[in-house]
């Protein structure tokens, strides 16, 4: 590429080069083939160059309205502003910026908005076009204004229609009305039909930028839609009735068409549903913990109260660790339920059981005070008893009674009272030959015989095992002697029998007349030495007391 060529005429190469080259005029494209024509480098265009800080959708429109409002601002006559002048005012501009595509595109916006701050009308220069000379310092070798304004117009002519074709790209859907206004770019010729087409490549842009622009945002509001969603739906509380409205709000929104005013009302239903639900949820938190604490000392409590069986305890305990984790007040309420069954089935066996504990308390009572009853009837009447059960002779009572009575009468009627202990002899000998039970029959055919041979004022009464204590009232001491010899002789007659065999039952006897004012033990002693001294001098004898 020469190096003698001006930044204006590269510039101008430059665009015709993109319009032979079928190139869209995008600020990359510009820039490559700028260097490609100048042969030096040109600054590399950033994200941040015109257009392309969006989309390549939008670089086209940017850059295509730039150049229709330049076709259009230089056939409107501008008072004071020649057509001329314009010319060369976009040669200036395109001489002294075209290596930097930004800085181009702002210089040839404001030097639109100088031609248009002008007011409209022919200006005298334009009545009658003249070509003056150039005052550019990049203008040389220009041609002819009118031919240069021709074959600037047909280039920028090409250029729209080249931009036009590069948003089929990104509007596909959009192929028959681009086709059409691209065949119209090309085939307009007059400042009629310009300004025809002008009209309608606004009219196109407009629905473009709002199509485009529409569906970013709606899709930017979708994804934020669906963030808030994902994030937050989880954690909605399904009971509230007003999230539930809400949310059904949300749903009419997303079913319906889409527009930018419907997510965004999507989007504010969704942000207060949230905020509120955020806030019950804490409420709702807060109130799960009070619950869950409280269910759990309920049921601890409950635990504690019942006396019932080990059963129970345990389903309470697992029920404790059951609400610990329990996250939910379904989970919650159905835990309430076990319990509230399992403890209506205790409480119904408790009651049952303390019923039939109450019951069995009245029967233990009742046999408690009919057992005290009884055993106080015993006891009476045990204090009633003076006689032997086995032999019918006095106990030891019936004789402590008897001879504290003859002893007392003694003493009234200064008569004499004498008392015998007899022991049998050799009684051991008869349990062990005939068995105890011969013995004890032994013992009552002894008392049998001792009654029916005594006197009735006499009393007999069994003072141990084996021994015997007679009670002789009005009886002085050989009277007393007789009346045991007596008893001896008869028990000779009167045979034991066991067994069909007659038993010999023998005693020996200690007779002792009371003293004056001799107590009975002292009596009942002297009789005991006196019956010692029988059995010790060959039994079966009576011995006198001293
Ligand atoms: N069957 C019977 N035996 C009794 C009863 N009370 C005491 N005895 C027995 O009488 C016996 C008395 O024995 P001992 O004290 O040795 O007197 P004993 O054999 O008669 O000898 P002596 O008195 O020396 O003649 C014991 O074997 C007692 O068990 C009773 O109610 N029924």
Do not use: C
């Not at 595109?105 to 005298?124: D, E, H």
């Not at 913990?289 to 080990?310: N, P, Q, V």
């Not at 050799?426 to 013992?443: C, I, M, R, V």
């Amino acid at each position: 590429m020469s190096k003698t060529k001006s930044p204006s005429e590269i510039a101008r190469e430059t665009f015709t080069t993109l319009a032979a080259r079928k190139l869209a005029p995008t600020p990359e494209n510009y820039v490559q083939m700028y260097r490609e024509i100048s042969g030096e480098p040109a600054p590399a265009p950033s994200a941040d160059d015109i257009g392309a800080t969006t989309s390549k959708g939008k670089l086209v429109p940017a850059w295509a309205e730039l150049i229709r409002d330049l076709l259009r601002q230089l056939e409107t006559p501008h008072k004071g502003i020649t057509v001329t002048r314009k010319k060369d005012g976009v040669d200036t501009v395109l001489t002294r910026f075209a290596s930097d595509p930004e800085v181009l595109f702002g210089k040839l916006q404001g030097l639109l908005r100088s031609w248009s701050t002008a007011p409209t009308g022919p200006s005298a220069a334009d009545l009658v076009p003249a070509v003056q000379p150039d005052a550019s310092p990049t203008a040389g070798g220009a041609a002819p204004a009118l031919a240069d304004h021709q074959e600037l117009l047909g280039r920028l002519r090409e250029l729209l229609a080249q931009s036009l074709e590069s948003t089929l790209t990104s509007q596909p859907e959009m192929n028959d009305e681009i086709q059409a206004l691209v065949s119209l770019v090309r085939s307009t010729d007059n400042k009629e039909r310009l300004n025809d087409l002008a009209k309608q490549l606004r009219q196109f842009w407009l629905k473009l930028e709002l199509r485009g622009g529409d569906k970013a945002k709606i899709q930017e509001g979708l994804v934020r839609l669906l963030r808030l969603l994902v994030e937050n739906v989880s954690e909605m509380v399904e009971d509230d009735k007003w999230l539930h409205g809400q949310i059904a709000a949300l749903q009419e929104i997303i079913a319906n068409p889409l527009d930018k005013r419907s997510i965004a009302d999507a989007e504010r239903n969704l942000r207060d549903a949230i905020i509120k639900q955020s806030t019950l949820k804490q409420s709702l938190t807060d109130a799960k913990a009070t619950l869950k604490s409280l269910m759990t000392t309920f049921i601890d409590r409950l635990g504690e109260l019942t006396e019932s069986t080990g059963e129970y305890h345990s389903k309470i305990e697992g029920y404790s660790q059951k609400i610990g984790k329990a996250d939910n007040l379904t989970e919650l309420s159905h835990i309430l339920k076990d319990v509230m069954h399992d403890t209506r089935v205790i409480q119904t066996s408790v009651m049952r059981s303390h019923e039939e504990m109450l019951s069995s308390k009245k029967q233990a009572d009742e046999a408690e005070a009919r057992i005290r009853a009884l055993e106080q009837e015993l006891e009476q009447v045990s204090e009633l008893v003076r006689e032997d059960q086995l032999t019918g002779a006095l106990n030891r009572r019936g004789l402590d009674e008897t001879l504290d009575r003859e002893l007392k009468r003694s003493d009234r009627s200064r008569t004499a009272v004498s008392v015998a202990l007899l022991d049998i002899d050799n009684f051991k000998q008869l349990n062990d030959t005939l068995g105890h039970q011969a013995g004890d029959h032994a013992l009552v055919h002894l008392t049998k015989v001792i009654k029916e041979t005594l006197r009735p004022a006499d009393t007999v009464g069994r003072y141990g095992g084996e021994e015997f204590l007679i009670v002789l009232p009005d009886t002085d001491l050989q009277a007393g002697i007789e009346a045991l010899q007596r008893l001896q002789r008869d028990l000779t007659k009167k045979f034991f029998l066991h067994n069909n065999e007659r038993i010999l039952v023998t005693f020996s006897a200690g007779v002792a007349l009371r003293g004056e004012n001799e107590d009975a033990e002292d009596l009942i002693g002297r009789a005991d030495k006196a019956m010692y001294k029988a059995k010790q001098t060959g039994k079966n004898r009576v011995v006198a007391a001293e």
